[in-house]
């Protein structure tokens, strides 16, 4: 008697934490630079943000955006990420005391760079 079969195993590779945690940042800088709401605060998100595996392709993070006049707010998100692709979605807290010490440091006169041409 001859059987026939087929093993499967799951083999994704481990996602780099740290190649997700660098997108997820040049992601939200980018949005923060360009989005019409926000562009104007002068928000600088920093590179320490962590992120942990809660469930899958889930991630919860934590990153530091300072404001114009450099106020440190912790700034959370959720990261879904696959390896290829990557999503996150702000958590609603942090985005709104985010806009509101933005608001608090807004400086219509003084223009701050935070990019390598300066």
């Known amino acids: 008697m001859v059987v026939f079969g087929h093993w499967w195993v799951d083999q994704t590779p481990p996602l780099d934490v740290n ?19 926000l562009k104007n605060y002068g928000l600088h998100v920093g590179d320490d943000i962590t ?10 993070g934590l990153v530091t955006v300072r404001t114009r006049k450099s106020t440190a707010v912790p700034f959370g998100l959720t990261v879904y ?3 290829t692709h990557m999503i996150y979605q702000p958590d609603p807290k942090s985005s709104a005391k985010l806009v509101q010490a933005a608001e ?3 400086d219509p006169m003084k223009q701050t760079c935070w990019g390598p041409q300066c």
């Open 19 to 37: 190649a997700l945690g660098k997108q997820v940042t040049n992601t939200l800088q980018n949005q923060f630079d360009t989005a019409e709401a």
């Open 51 to 60: 992120l942990i595996n809660v469930n899958g392709n889930e991630y919860q």
């Open 81 to 83: 990420a696959d390896g």
């Open 104 to 106: 608090k440091d807004k």
